[in-house]
Structures are given as structure tokens and as C-alpha cells.
């Protein structure tokens, strides 16, 4: 699974992901999965994500990093795997 198939979809519920609207899993006993807003598009997210990637983060710096997208807090968090930078998640709201 993609890092986006992740986030928009999810894998499964105990996997975390599944944030784009309509798509998160209610799992008993752990809070609810943020979702983006009804009106975001697939595009309107990876976009959003983007944007958080290109005007928030130094490029060399691991965890999350977040700004105001279109009137919602995205949060894109950014690991390592492999020796490589990778978007590990990302979510509406705060980390």
C-alpha cells in the first residue's frame, strides 16, 4: 500500500489511514480517525500535503509538521525508511 492509499483509504482498522472523508474506521475503544472535510478532493489533499511539504518543512527534519490549508490544520508526519524521506501520514487537525 502507497503512503496516499494509505491516507486517504486506510488498510485496515487497527493500521491507522483512512482520513479522507467518508473512509475512517471507527475502531471500539480508540477515538475516531480525523477525517479531511466533505468537500476535499483526493487532489485538494495531496495538494494540501504539498503544500505543508514545500512551505513548512527544512527538508532535513523528521515528525510532524502542520499549517492552515484552506481553513483546516493539516499535519504531514515525515520518517525515514530504508535510508530514504517518506510521508509516513498525514491528517486534519493537530499532531
Known sequence: MSPLEHILYGGNPKGGG???YG???KVK???PRS???QSWTQRDITNA???VLEN???GESLG???ATIKGEIVTVYVGVKNGMFEIKTAHKGLP
Do not use: A, K, L, V
Open 35 to 37: 477525517e479531511f472535510s
Open 49 to 51: 500535503i504539498r503544500e
Open 64 to 66: 510532524p509538521f502542520s
Open 29 to 31: 475503544d480508540s477515538r
Open 23 to 25: 473512509h475512517g474506521w
Open 18 to 20: 483512512g482520513h479522507m
Open 56 to 58: 513548512h518543512w527544512d
